[in-house]
Structure formats: structure tokens, C-alpha cells
């Protein structure tokens, strides 16, 4: 069974860090390639970032270019998002999920708020 | 970016009824490799979302046949025939033939 945990988040101030990992069982995890996609408060789905199968190529959207950093660990099969310079804007459920056709399996996601 | 635009916002529907939710594309989603990377999620109340259907009409395991997806370049359809109970949330669309990937804004779906 594929299974998707997310971890890491929590309440940060505006300006400061937070990184999120995603570990991710039930499949070889190496053979995928990986995004994060986020939901904020009672809003629609937004695809953050992608990795590819062996972290060789990454994409981000531009509002999170520069500030957001995607990488993985085949090795122990898990995610990273590394969220610095934290906008109040990035408050949302973060959520990782396997690439295949589209994305065919979602973690049960983490919230991360972003308040002073 | 593509934009994807969705309709309805919203639907009432009565179990055993049947309905359908529209998503057009500002671009053709078309791939390279001549697939389409169209899907259809379900995101149930305090759920993750849950892929039904990829490449426009291909059901996901599991998803009962009561859903079907049809369309072509940049028109597409997801059907729920014989609507129950257990298909109420809110269903987005998914392009994932451009990066950055694009959602629709989403259809909720409630049961009389």
C-alpha cells in the first residue's frame, strides 16, 4: 500500500524558516519523481514544486522561487521542503505527492502558518 | 500558465441522480507523447484529495464505474452517474501535461 506522511509544520513568524519532510512508503520511491502541492485556508489546490526521480531537475512556481528549496533522500524514501523567508501568504495545508500520469497518490498533508 | 476553468462552482444533487462538471483549458493539453494528462480528484470533507481518473477517461483502481471522463485538446468532462451518498466534496481537475501544474477551482458537490 503507497502510503504519504507529511511532518514538519507548525506555527512560524513572517521572515523565519520551516522544513517539511514526507516519507514515503509501499512503492520505490527512487523511481519517482515527487512535488508538494498546497491548499490554503478554504482555497483551491496549488502545485508548489517538483522533483524528479533522482533530484537531478527541480521546478518551482514563481511565487516560492528563491525562497523554497525541494530535495529528497532515496535512500531513507523521503521529501524535504525547505521554506525559508516565510510569507503570511504561504499559510496552507502542505501536501506531498507522487508523480504518474498527473499525481495519482496525496499524503494526509501538514498546516503551516505563517502569523507574528 | 494554463488556465483551467471549471464549472459549476457548485451542485445539489439527489442520490441516484446523475452529473457532470466541466473543465476547459486555456492551451492544449496535449503532450509531446501525443497522451493527455488531464485528471479528475476527489477531495472529501476533511480529506486529502483522492485521484479518480488520469489521462482524461482512465479510472484509478478502485473508483467504482459509476464515474466516467471523455474530452479531447482543451474540453473535458468528469460524469458521476447514480450519484451516492459517499461522493459528496469538492472535485477539482488537474492538468498535468504543463509545469507548473494547474488546478481548476473546484466543484462542490452536495447531496440533497
Known amino acids: 500500500e503507497v502510503q504519504l506522511v507529511e511532518s514538519g509544520g507548525g506555527l512560524v513568524q513572517p521572515g523565519r524558516s520551516l522544513k517539511l519532510s514526507c516519507a514515503a512508503s509501499g512503492f520505490t520511491f527512487s523511481d519517482y519523481a515527487m512535488a508538494w502541492v498546497r491548499q490554503a485556508p478554504k482555497k483551491g489546490l496549488e502545485w508548489v514544486a517538483t522533483i524528479i526521480y533522482d533530484g537531478s531537475s527541480t521546478y518551482y512556481r514563481d511565487s516560492v522561487k528563491g525562497r523554497f528549496t525541494i530535495s529528497r533522500d532515496n535512500a531513507k524514501s523521503t521529501l524535504y521542503l525547505q521554506m525559508d523567508s516565510l510569507r503570511s501568504e504561504d499559510t496552507a495545508t502542505y501536501y506531498c505527492?507522487?508523480?504518474?500520469?498527473?499525481?495519482?497518490?496525496w499524503g494526509q498533508g501538514v498546516m503551516v502558518t505563517v502569523s507574528s | 500558465d494554463v488556465v483551467m476553468t471549471q464549472t459549476p462552482p457548485s451542485l445539489s444533487v439527489a442520490i441516484g441522480q446523475s452529473v457532470s462538471i466541466s473543465c476547459k483549458s486555456s492551451q492544449s493539453l496535449v503532450a509531446s507523447d501525443k497522451n493527455t494528462y488531464l485528471n479528475w480528484l476527489l477531495q472529501s470533507p476533511g480529506r486529502s484529495p483522492k485521484r479518480l481518473i488520469y489521462?482524461?477517461?482512465k479510472l484509478d483502481s478502485g473508483v467504482p464505474d459509476r464515474f466516467s471522463g471523455s474530452g479531447s485538446e482543451k474540453d473535458f468532462t468528469l460524469k458521476i452517474s447514480r450519484v451516492e451518498a459517499e461522493d459528496l466534496g469538492v472535485y477539482y481537475c488537474?492538468?498535468?501535461?504543463?509545469?507548473?501544474?494547474?488546478f481548476g477551482s473546484g466543484t462542490k458537490l452536495e447531496i440533497k
Open positions: 489521462q482524461v477517461s
Open positions: 488537474l492538468q498535468g501535461t504543463h509545469l507548473p501544474f494547474t
Open positions: 505527492a507522487r508523480h504518474s500520469t498527473g499525481l495519482d497518490y
